[in-house]
């Protein structure tokens, strides 16, 4: 699942070491860095290093830093060839190759900006770090996945995409962090089997390990013969948000890593107790808000099972804000896995039974029902743009984890609501047009970006009007 870091330096005399050294072993390190980066941005075909006298075994670390700490140069390739002189193995220059134009960078940059303020803009003002950190390790869990044709390595064609692999999980999450203000840097692992990478941060003076690649893991459900029958379909899960060197060890990929920038030690374990590691539940969080869907299961097929929606606070103090009951899914087989999820669909709160979606309703103080039509729902995630992915089981009588016919579908949220009433009116459209118009408006964002271009303006309302008119 988690593997490949693309950064590779392909040498034209020397291959570089893989071992990074601290940056202050390399003189006027951060001089070398603000060429390479000043030649990236200004599109240069080559950058001359030949001032600073570089080793050829240090480059790739000050490449690798730069890569790590600047996820909006994603404008070029991984593969940098580094020239070096062969009597003195100093680096004389490197030779990028760019995936796209000046021009066609300045657009897709941005794009990519309005990506980190549109997510950055989601948390409260008043919010502390770590629930800036909960936030958004939450939100990329719940609205991205992996990438498991490996192609995707970049934060840019992450957001477009919705996906990427560890390294493209790695760079979001540092983009987004340093646009809160949060200190982020990265963890390499190097080794040619594990090969993965994550963030570290630091938090009240400590530093702490966050893999949301490794929580965001999804998971193949196979029969007893090895045959994938279905992929499972869920929140996520927190066992990689905010742990200590010892814990981050007990996972798979994991065992050794440098860490970009210089060495930290994560020795605080004050955070692997906390609400978030009790329940193995999603959480969401909805303007500065962390809620959580706990249930209480039921022993025998056709009871009732209750659903406690709560609200959470930061020393984990759980209140209850509403209670769903259904008949519970418990079939002839076995309960092998929660089927419910909940998540924020901007600033509102949704979620996924096993036979309804429903959304919370803050002005009420109560849950809705959104749709009942469904049933045999055993997982679900929301993908972004309103929609929600769904896995259904076939027979949910005779339903087994190891042997059931699985199937997917997309529920969408009705996209041009601007008054959260669930529906999309004439009212709807008149309202967006006075805020075009005007300007003025608080809507949800989410489900009003009918192009997705990030903006809210004509061409939403042109879309809208038009689908109106489809209907």
């Known amino acids: 699942m988690r593997k490949f870091i693309a950064l590779v330096l392909a040498l034209c005399l020397v291959f570089c070491t893989s071992i990074l050294t601290s940056a202050e072993d390399i003189t006027d390190a951060?001089?070398?860095?603000?060429?390479?980066?000043?030649?990236?941005?200004?599109?240069?075909?080559?950058?001359?290093?030949?001032?600073?006298?570089?080793?050829?075994?240090?480059?790739?670390?000050?490449?690798?830093?730069?890569?790590?700490?600047?996820?909006?140069?994603?404008?070029?390739?991984?593969?940098?060839?580094v020239y070096a002189y062969s009597g003195s193995g100093m680096v004389a220059k490197i030779v990028p190759e760019y995936r796209m134009s000046a021009t066609e960078y300045e657009v897709a940059l941005e794009k990519y900006n309005r990506w980190i303020n549109r997510i950055a803009s989601e948390v409260s003002p008043d919010a502390t770090d770590l629930e800036k950190l909960l936030y958004v390790h939450e939100y990329l869990v719940a609205n991205y996945e992996y990438d498991k044709s490996y192609q995707i390595y970049d934060a840019y064609n992450f957001?477009?995409?919705?996906?990427?692999?560890?390294?493209?999980?790695?760079?979001?999450?540092?983009?987004?962090?340093?646009?809160?203000?949060?200190?982020?840097?990265?963890?390499?692992?190097?080794?040619?089997?594990e090969n993965h990478c994550w963030n570290i941060v630091r938090l009240d003076g400590k530093y702490y390990h966050v893999d949301v690649t490794g929580d965001d893991a999804t998971y193949a459900i196979k029969d007893s013969h090895d045959n994938v029958l279905g992929e499972l379909i869920d929140g996520g899960s927190r066992e990689m948000f905010l742990v200590s060197d010892d814990a981050i060890k007990t996972f798979s990929n994991h065992s050794q890593w440098t860490v970009v920038?210089?060495?930290?030690?994560?020795?605080?374990?004050?955070?692997?107790?906390k609400f978030w590691n009790d329940y193995q539940h999603p959480l969401a969080t909805v303007n500065g808000e962390v809620y959580q869907m706990i249930s209480e299961y039921s022993t025998t097929y056709d009871d009732e099972e209750q659903i406690q929606i709560y609200?959470?606070?930061?020393?984990?103090?759980?209140?209850?804000?509403?209670?769903?009951?259904?008949?519970?899914?418990?079939?002839?087989?076995?309960?092998?896995?929660?089927?419910?999820?909940?998540?924020?669909?901007?600033d509102e709160l949704y979620g996924v039974t096993n036979n309804r979606i429903w959304r919370y309703n803050f002005e009420k103080g109560e849950a809705e029902i959104v749709d009942n039509s469904y049933s045999n729902i055993i997982g679900a995630s929301y993908i972004g743009n309103g929609k929600i992915k769904l896995?259904?089981?076939?027979?949910?009588?005779?339903?087994?984890?190891?042997?059931?016919?699985?199937?997917?579908?997309?529920?969408?949220?009705?996209?041009?609501?601007?008054?959260?009433?669930?529906?999309f009116a004439p009212y709807d459209l008149i309202t967006f047009k006075k805020y075009i118009l005007t300007g003025n408006g608080d809507f949800n964002a989410e489900l009003l970006d009918l192009n997705g271009d990030l903006?809210?303006?004509?061409?939403?309302?042109?879309?809208?009007?038009?689908?109106?008119?489809l209907d």
Do not use: W
């Open 30 to 81: 951060s001089s070398i860095k603000q060429q390479i980066i000043e030649g990236l941005t200004a599109f240069k075909e080559e950058i001359d290093l030949r001032q600073f006298n570089i080793p050829k075994e240090e480059i790739n670390q000050l490449l690798y830093e730069v890569r790590f700490t600047h996820p909006e140069l994603f404008h070029f390739y991984e593969r940098v060839k």
């Open 159 to 193: 957001f477009e995409n919705k996906k990427g692999v560890c390294q493209a999980y790695t760079l979001a999450f540092t983009a987004i962090m340093q646009k809160l203000g949060v200190f982020v840097t990265t963890a390499l692992n190097l080794d040619s089997v």
């Open 261 to 273: 920038g210089g060495a930290v030690v994560c020795d605080s374990k004050i955070y692997e107790d």
């Open 311 to 346: 609200r959470i606070d930061a020393s984990g103090e759980r209140t209850v804000i509403a209670n769903l009951s259904f008949p519970a899914f418990i079939s002839a087989g076995y309960y092998c896995f929660d089927v419910f999820n909940i998540f924020a669909v901007g």
């Open 391 to 423: 896995m259904f089981v076939e027979d949910i009588d005779h339903f087994y984890c190891d042997h059931s016919v699985y199937s997917y579908g997309y529920y969408q949220l009705p996209l041009g609501d601007t008054d959260g009433d669930g529906e």
């Open 455 to 469: 903006i809210l303006d004509i061409l939403d309302f042109i879309r809208m009007k038009k689908n109106m008119v």
